[in-house]
């Protein structure tokens, strides 16, 4: 009787003795093990049932560099700015600027952001005349599909709302 007691006191106490993280069950880093598509990778093939949010920008993803320079002058040529710049469609591309373009490219547009200011080269300078002589479409395309180190922003701005940016952006670092 004692020996039994005296087991099951043992059994206790290693039970007790392992750590919570050694008895996890191998389905529980399911979340970090699960494939994800980054910002800078290709479009995730959709199921033909999906339901589509916002509608389908006139110009597929670039699949290289070399498509994406070519689409971009493309689009700077043929795509027009539906929003006409005014007081609120200015207020509205502040808002789209503060909450997804700030951090990169910072307060004035210098691309001195804090998180821009770790990246090598750092975020364009929207001030440039490299920029600011762009069409409207040109610049569209850029926030619609990024650039060489700039990630996409389709899925995460309306189209509309990537409109009113661009007349933000002309305005707000257009001159220098």
């Not at 990246?119 to 060489?148: A, C, K, R, W």
Request: charged share 20%.
């Amino acid at each position: 009787m004692i020996f039994r007691r005296l087991s099951e006191l043992v059994c206790v106490f290693c039970l007790l003795a392992i750590p919570a993280t050694a008895v996890t069950l191998p389905w529980d880093k399911d979340m970090q093990d699960q494939p994800s598509v980054k910002p800078q990778e290709t479009q995730v093939s959709t199921n033909r049932s999906s339901v589509p949010v916002g509608g389908k920008d006139g110009y597929p993803p670039p699949k290289d560099i070399i498509e994406l320079v070519r689409a971009r002058l493309e689009a700077g040529r043929t795509l027009v700015n539906p929003i006409r710049k005014s007081p609120e469609s200015l207020a509205r591309g502040r808002q789209m600027y503060e909450r997804h373009c700030l951090i990169c490219h910072g307060e004035q547009g210098r691309g001195n952001g804090p998180v821009g200011r770790q990246f090598v080269p750092q975020p364009m300078e929207l001030n440039l005349d490299y920029v600011q002589l762009q069409p409207d479409g040109q610049i569209f395309y850029t926030i619609s599909h990024g650039s060489i180190a700039m990630p996409f922003y389709r899925q995460a701005i309306a189209a509309e709302d990537r409109w009113h940016l661009v007349n933000f952006i002309k305005e707000a670092f257009g001159e220098t």
